[in-house]
């Protein structure tokens, strides 16, 4: 794919020309606001976040979600949905639940933590290893009926696009059908994106199907009362609003705690405060962590509604307009283009904010480093890397450029 750099200004802006008049102006890249976001820096082959990384300087932070909790939710709500209505799902009668488990990405923590909880909750594994566990659990449903749970396959969805690939999804979803036929009741995924890949291959049968983010195409299949059957929300706009939030109140002359508390516990310099969900301030690892909530039938059409937050009303009072670099991993991915992306965009007016956006292709880092750039006529970067044990190197981008 080829490398996008892409503004959301009415202006065609490239990253070479932009300038920033003032406020920051002077101050070196290295201590201008740092935000990871939805990819944690971690360390290498661990889901251990890095501290060092993120103790880079005292304005850098990661702004996204509770990746355990938000994996535990999923299990919680499959296992409450298999208790309710295991007979039904029992395909081929042979009282065992068999299910098939699609991988985002075995490298980021979000996956392996959906991986975890959900194996955790089903009784199949503990671990987010993408070779299919070889424990068995049991549900007793509602009906006071023990079912065998299995597993009976799962893999990284990959390609040459990068991780968490609905298209592969899809084919091998297809090879599964082939392998497994009506031993397969349920459908797990680390994604929506994922999920829908693999809806697509039912063929009219309906499979339970249960992925994670909320997005607005997966929102109306569960209206559509087929086979998918609920979600996580991990809240976006509670997200984009922490990075926002964050970047506010250092424009605003905050430091300290006051930084990561107000627009969150206490009403920011301009009156906002995110009101949508809870946000978690985890100071070990600096990070800023909204809370998840379960997505079904019951709710889909109000998170469908995709109401702004009720608590960001206001509009800044500062005149000077903020540039901010903004990075994506890859511009195919359907969370972050689908949800995160047009949220960010939804809120920019009341923080007086002028974004440049990086895209990636899924899978080289330097497809966005090369265009990490011109680094000083920026007020703030906000990153979101291909790699996630990739931190260091943008913050030695932005060491150079200081
Ligand atoms: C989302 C995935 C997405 C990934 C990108 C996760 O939090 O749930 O859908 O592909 O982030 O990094």
Not at 37 to 47: D, E, V
Not at 138 to 159: F, H, P, W
Not at 298 to 320: F, H, K, M, R, Y
Not at 374 to 392: I, P
Request: overall charge negative.
């Amino acid at each position: 794919m080829k490398k996008k750099l892409v503004s959301i200004a009415a202006l065609a802006l490239v990253a070479g020309v932009v300038t920033s008049c003032g406020g920051t102006s002077g101050t070196p890249s290295n201590e201008k606001p740092l935000i990871f976001y939805n990819r944690q820096p971690l360390k290498a082959g661990t889901s251990d976040v890095d501290t060092s990384v993120m103790n880079w300087s005292d304005l850098t932070f990661y702004g996204g979600f509770d990746a355990v909790a938000g994996g535990e939710t999923q299990g919680q709500m499959i296992v409450d949905y298999i208790k309710e209505h295991a007979a039904e799902m029992d395909r081929n009668g042979d009282g065992t639940i068999g299910y098939v488990l699609a991988i985002g990405q075995n490298s980021h923590n979000d996956s392996m933590a959906r991986t975890i909880g959900v194996r955790t909750a089903l009784g199949t594994g503990t671990t987010a290893d993408d070779t299919t566990a070889t424990g068995t659990g049991s549900i007793t449903a509602n009906d006071g009926v023990t079912y065998t749970i299995k597993e009976l396959a799962t893999q990284e969805m990959r390609d040459a696009a990068g991780p968490w690939s609905q298209t592969v999804a899809a084919s091998t979803m297809a090879g599964w059908i082939n392998q497994y036929g009506d031993q397969i009741d349920l459908v797990v995924s680390n994604n929506d994106g994922m999920a829908e890949g693999m809806i697509g291959q039912y063929g009219g049968a309906v499979i339970p199907t249960f992925g994670y983010d909320a997005n607005a195409s997966t929102l109306e299949l569960i209206l559509q009362g087929g086979s998918m059957k609920g979600t996580i929300s991990q809240n976006h706009h509670a997200q984009v609003l922490t990075v926002l939030e964050v970047l506010r109140n250092y424009f605003d002359g905050a430091t300290g705690a006051d930084l990561y508390t107000k627009g969150f516990t206490t009403p920011d310099a301009s009156g906002n405060q995110i009101k949508s969900a809870s946000v978690a301030y985890d100071s070990t690892t600096k990070a800023l962590l909204a809370e998840n909530g379960i997505v079904t039938i019951d709710n889909a059409q109000s998170v469908l509604n995709d109401e702004a937050d009720p608590g960001i009303v206001n509009t800044t009072s500062d005149t000077e307009t903020r540039q901010i670099l903004w990075t994506v991993y890859s511009a195919t991915d359907n969370f972050l283009n689908q949800s995160y992306v047009p949220t960010v965009q939804r809120y920019l007016k009341y923080y007086n904010f002028e974004v440049t956006w990086v895209y990636g292709d899924g899978t080289a880092e330097s497809s966005i480093t090369n265009n990490f750039v011109n680094l000083e006529n920026y007020d703030a970067y906000v990153v979101n890397m291909v790699e996630t044990t990739s931190g260091a190197l943008y913050q030695d981008l932005l060491d150079q450029a200081s």
